[in-house]
């Protein structure tokens, strides 16, 4: 069965900081990966896909995230965070074949301070 | 486009009562997801259907949770009876595709949070 894992449960930072989120997810075929993120009072919003090619995704607001597959691993990443990325940060994994199930990891919650 | 629609926002009821909750999906969508998120751990899928069949449901407690999907576009989700533990968000979400034949990604609606006391 598909299983996510996520590392950190609360992280917190300063602003400008470096911020690396670590996924790992247990599927023994093909996979598509995403990260999530939900802002607070707001509803889950995608924030990267990978479904194949380039392991480097590039989302929006600066984010980025490498697929090892050797490592099965998704790590999130971004060089200087802001304030605003404040939130709550989901990894899930979904099959690439058959009727994919998407599962979710646990959650980082990220607090950024001034 | 319009997003994924859910209602109620809050919903309030004592244990054994009854309740349901409504999903309108993106138009067009054939894969529908209910997730329950309770605070602190991430969604866990409840159901999933590929237009208004049930795909998996390997996680949803039949004795007291059910869901349907009748013409393949909205969907209800209730729970009766309700028991505290049941109190969480559920979370709607829909995807172009979920059959694998295409890769799409999955947009979720606000989420309809119930406290059951």
């Known amino acids: 069965a598909q299983s996510v894992s996520q590392h950190n449960h609360h992280v917190i930072l300063s602003e400008a900081a470096s911020l690396e989120l670590g996924c790992n997810y247990s599927y023994g075929g093909t996979v598509n990966l995403f990260w999530y993120v939900q802002y607070p009072g707001q509803h889950l919003q995608l924030l990267l896909k990978?479904?194949?090619?380039?392991?480097l995704v590039k989302g929006i607001k600066g984010f980025e995230a490498e697929f090892i597959k050797s490592k099965f691993s998704f790590n999130l990443r971004k060089p200087s965070v802001q304030w605003s990325d404040t939130a709550e940060y989901f990894c899930a994994v979904s099959s690439s074949g058959g009727y994919n199930k998407l599962i979710f990891g646990a959650g980082t919650r990220l607090a950024v301070h001034p | 486009e319009a997003g994924v629609a859910q209602s109620p926002r809050y919903k309030i009821i004592e244990k054994r009562q009854s309740v349901a909750f409504w999903c309108n999906p993106i138009?067009?969508?054939?894969?529908l997801y209910w997730y329950q998120q309770i605070l602190g751990q991430g969604p866990k899928l409840l159901i999933q259907f590929q237009n208004n069949g049930v795909v998996d449901d390997s996680q949803l407690p039949k004795d007291r949770f059910s869901a349907e999907r009748l013409k393949g576009v909205d969907s209800t989700l209730k729970i009766q009876p309700a028991k505290l533990e049941d109190s969480a968000v559920y979370l709607c979400?829909?995807?172009?595709?979920?059959?694998?034949?295409?890769?799409?990604?999955?947009?979720f609606g606000q989420g309809t949070r119930l406290t059951v006391v």
């Open positions: 138009s067009g969508h054939a894969t």
């Open positions: 990978y479904f194949s090619g380039d392991p």
């Open positions: 979400a829909s995807s172009l595709d979920g059959t694998g034949r295409m890769n799409t990604e999955a947009f």
